[in-house]
C-alpha cells in the first residue's frame, strides 16, 4: 500500500528565509503525490499536485515541489517565507485504481519576524 | 466556487448519544470522504463513498456508520459517541472514477467533544 513520511511535525524558518518541507513517498506503482495547507481552524487546502506530467510542479501562493523518483521523494519549497505562510502542511499519496488519498502526519510551519 | 459545507463547526455531545454530523457539496461529484483528524497523527480515513448508497470502510471504522441517500449528502452516525471520538471531523468530496488523480476538496471541519 502506499503511504508517505512527513520529516519533521515542526519547522521554524525566519520570514523571508527559504522554507522546506519534506515528504518521502513509499508506492509500489506510479503515484500521485499533493500538498495541502491547512490554516488555523479551516479545511484543507490544495497546493499542487503530481500526476506523471512535469516532475516540477508550480503550485498557489509561490510553493512548488519537485518530484524525485529516484529518492522517492517530493518536498515542498517556497523560496521566501511570509508570516501568512504559518500553517499546516500535508503531504498525501495516492495510486491512479485507488479513491482515496493516505495522508502524512503533517508539518507545522512557524515563520518568526 | 466549489463548497464543501459541514452541518456544525462545534458540537457537544455526552457519552451514549447518537451523533450525526452531516456534510453537504454543490460539485455534482461522485466521491466523499469522512477523516478524523488528531494532533500528531494527521488525516485518518474513516469511510468513503464512491456512489449513491455505495460505502466503503477506510482505515478507522469502528464505531461509525454513514449513509448516502443523496448524491450531495454524506452523514457521519456515531451510534454511541464515547470519549475517544473526541476529534475535529472533516468531509471531503471528488470527482472522478476512480479518484485517485484527483484533488479532494475539503470542509471545514466539525470539532466534536464527547463528554
Known amino acids: 500500500a502506499q503511504s508517505v513520511t512527513q520529516l519533521g511535525s515542526h519547522v521554524s524558518v525566519s520570514e523571508g528565509a527559504l522554507v522546506l518541507l519534506r515528504c518521502n513517498y513509499s508506492s509500489s506503482v506510479p503515484p500521485y503525490l499533493f500538498w495541502y495547507v491547512q490554516y488555523p481552524n479551516q479545511g484543507l487546502q490544495l497546493l499542487l499536485k503530481y500526476t506523471s506530467a512535469a516532475t516540477l510542479v508550480k503550485g498557489i501562493n509561490g510553493f512548488e515541489a519537485e518530484f524525485k523518483k529516484s529518492e522517492t521523494s517530493f518536498h515542498l519549497t517556497k523560496p521566501s517565507a511570509h508570516m501568512s505562510d504559518a500553517a499546516e502542511y500535508f503531504c498525501a499519496v495516492s495510486v491512479n485504481s485507488g479513491y482515496a488519498l493516505n495522508f502524512g502526519k503533517g508539518t507545522s510551519l512557524l515563520v518568526t519576524p | 466556487d466549489v463548497k464543501v459545507t459541514q452541518s456544525s463547526r462545534y458540537l457537544v455531545k455526552r457519552t451514549g448519544e447518537k451523533v450525526f454530523l452531516e456534510c453537504v457539496q454543490d460539485m455534482d461529484h461522485e466521491n466523499m470522504f469522512w477523516y478524523r483528524q488528531d494532533p500528531g497523527l494527521g488525516l485518518r480515513l474513516i469511510y468513503f463513498s464512491y456512489d449513491v448508497k455505495m460505502k466503503e470502510k477506510g482505515d478507522i471504522p469502528e464505531g461509525y456508520s454513514v449513509s448516502r441517500e443523496k448524491k450531495e449528502r454524506f452523514s457521519l452516525i456515531l451510534e454511541s459517541a464515547s470519549t475517544n471520538q473526541t476529534s475535529m471531523y472533516l468531509c471531503?468530496?471528488?470527482?472522478?472514477?476512480?479518484?485517485?488523480?484527483?484533488?479532494?476538496?475539503f470542509g471545514p471541519g466539525t470539532r466534536l467533544t464527547v463528554t
Open positions: 471531503a468530496s471528488s470527482s472522478g472514477h476512480p479518484a485517485g488523480r484527483e484533488e479532494q476538496y
